[in-house]
């Protein structure tokens, strides 16, 4: 594992370093997004922004986890999924040992972390596939985008200013995204079952969940 590399061009406050600093593996900066409340907020929050108030949604966690990996020595990447009748994900992935894993925010329990034993992207994102559902109990994932880099965005400080959110969550979108079902996987698919449903449920925000957001 890569150690943090504190340096003197970091934006970072001295109470945002120590904060950070304790960040040092995967697992734990998945830890500090899961010890958060989830944000039904409709706006973004930088990675500064997430430590002041102390939520996030799934942007706003993958945009955290890509600047928490960043001080680690990876790279600061994020990846779209996205789903049909239900709200996109946004993951941070980063690869250890020549294997890639995931670090993400989410409402639902199946949709976070995911360790670094995946060889392709494809691959890693079908783990997320049984857990991606809505209320429905309809299996919704559809597709995934290329990673994104974001020291596209060095520039414009994505680190501690909301503003660039925008533009990255728009970069995201206008990506090519594969697909991961023909449509006639798509016809054939079941719901998800009740048991598998209710435990992807434990800790559900409701006013965060898709179609309850106005």
Known sequence: MRRARASASEPWTARERALLGRLDTPARIQEF??????????????PRKVMKDGKAHCFDGAVFAAACLRRLGHPALVLDLRAV??????????????????????????????EPIHRT??????????????VEGEKTLRGYSALLDLAA?????WRTDDAPMDAIA?????????????????????????????????????????????
């Open 121 to 134: 992207l494809r691959e890693l994102v079908l783990t997320y596939f049984e857990d991606y559902y809505n």
């Open 33 to 46: 997004l899961d010890a958060v409340p989830y944000s039904d907020d409709l706006f973004y929050r930088c």
């Open 153 to 157: 965005f060095e520039r414009v400080a």
């Open 85 to 114: 009748r239900d709200d996109d994900h946004v993951l941070a992935p980063f690869r250890q040992n020549g294997r890639l894993g995931a670090v993400a925010k989410s409402n639902f329990a199946g949709l976070r972390f995911r």
């Open 170 to 214: 728009a970069r995201l979108d206008s990506m090519k995204h594969a697909q991961v079902l023909t449509k006639t996987m798509e016809r054939a698919l079941s719901p998800k079952d009740r048991r598998g449903y209710e435990a992807g449920m434990h800790g559900t925000i409701a006013s965060g969940l898709y179609g309850a957001k106005g």
